[in-house]
């Protein structure tokens, strides 16, 4: 699986989440580019961080519940994508998927506010060209500047 279609998929698992989910915590911030250790199943002890460790730069931080809680999905998202323009909006109705969120003209929904915007940022990431090409295209060949202001006639 591409990481495209991995990211989409991802943003679907958000929008049909019915609660947050540390599993799903782990999965979008190694979909994002972290290193992450999962908790382990056997030799956890209490202070063992709920649902694992990430690193960053050259420390590792415990997992946040990005699923769970808007701050730690917003602060995901401005870091990894800081120039993007976003918006979440609570829909009031008998609809259980209450929240819809944009995040670069991608729009996601859920039954919470950090899982909507979570799917919509995911989404966003998945439009966006890969880094070689996007290096490519800051490294293609311009016309040559000609010395002293003078142009060819």
């Known amino acids: 699986m591409d990481d ?30 972290f290193t992450v250790r999962r ?21 590792w931080k415990t997992l946040g519940a990005v699923s769970a809680d808007i701050d730690v ?8 994508a800081p120039d993007w323009s976003w918006s979440l909006q609570c829909l009031a109705g ?7 969120a944009l995040v670069a003209d991608c729009s996601g929904q859920g039954v919470m506010g950090s899982l909507a915007l979570c799917a919509a940022m995911l989404r966003a990431l998945a439009r966006r060209p890969p880094p070689e ?18 142009t060819e006639t």
């Open 4 to 33: 495209r279609t991995h990211l989409l998929t991802l943003a679907t698992r958000c929008e049909a989440s019915s609660k947050p989910n540390r599993e799903l915590d782990a999965d979008i911030y190694e979909a994002l580019g």
């Open 39 to 59: 908790k382990p199943t056997r030799l956890a002890t209490r202070r063992t961080p709920a649902g694992g460790i990430y690193q960053h730069g050259s420390f």
């Open 73 to 80: 999905a917003v602060s995901l998202l401005r870091q990894k």
């Open 94 to 100: 008998d609809d259980p998927v209450a929240f819809q």
């Open 133 to 150: 090409a996007e290096k490519a295209a800051d490294d293609s060949p311009q016309a040559p500047a000609r010395p002293n202001g003078l």
